[in-house]
T-cell receptor, first 115, second 111 residues
């Protein structure tokens, strides 16, 4: 079983609030990812990190930001939540580059509803 | 990364083998084939991956054709808990390690 944790699992919040979605992994993985998925739709990569102090934007543009100060922690922040941010956010991690494998381990996700 | 093509949905009787096909005709020599599944909006779960040889683990078997242009994921004795969306993904092991999940195949196991 993968040791990657996301909190909260569910979040209902009003428009304009600042929110932070937490993601932590205990596997010592260098690489971490954030995906966004609407119900019944595809997963879209919105942010990724190759290690501490490394962050990159993914394939889908997002108003969220991320930080990677510690290897095990990759929080996602929305400065001012809007109803269009309502979605499921999934965090994942994988081993270092050039291992010949690209196995990503996912957390259970955070379901965000912005009213 | 090479694109993949999968059927939108499939049904399989409980206890039978579920065979999920995937076409990846533009795959290049340094790209692996990965299979993940996602059960009811949980986080995706890694199943298996391979380069050119057939692979088997405790969850499934992966059969890759000799020309590597297609593959089949086999769940040998499907159970109701195998109902999920199955994603076939091709990804290079060098540099770009992002995974593109696509729409996958929705597999429904019928009692």
């Amino acid at each position: 079983e993968a040791d990657i944790y996301q909190t909260p699992r569910y979040l209902v919040i009003g428009t304009g609030k600042k929110i932070t979605l937490e993601c932590s992994q205990t596997m010592g993985h260098d690489k971490m990812y954030w995906y966004q998925q609407d119900p019944g739709m595809e997963l879209h990569l919105i942010h990724y990190s190759y290690g501490v102090n490394s962050t990159e934007k993914g394939d889908l543009s997002s108003e969220s930001t991320v930080s990677r100060i510690r290897t095990e922690h990759f929080p996602l922040t929305l400065e001012s939540a809007r109803p269009s941010h309502t979605s499921q956010y999934l965090c994942a991690s994988s081993e270092s580059a050039f291992t010949g494998k690209n196995i990503q381990y996912f957390g259970a996700g955070t379901r965000l509803s912005v009213l | 990364d090479a694109k993949t093509t999968q059927p939108t949905s499939m049904d399989c009787a409980e206890g039978r083998a579920a065979n999920l096909p995937c076409n990846h005709s533009t795959i290049s020599g340094n790209e692996y084939v990965y299979w993940y599944r996602q059960i009811h909006s949980q986080g995706p779960q890694y199943i298996i991956h391979g380069l050119k040889n057939n692979e088997t683990n405790e969850m499934a078997s992966l059969i890759i054709t000799e020309d590597r242009k297609s593959s089949t994921l086999i769940l040998p004795h499907a159970t109701l808990r195998d109902t999920a969306v199955y994603y076939c993904i091709v990804s290079s092991t060098f540099g770009n390690e992002k995974l593109t999940f696509g729409t996958g195949t929705r597999l429904t196991i019928i009692p």
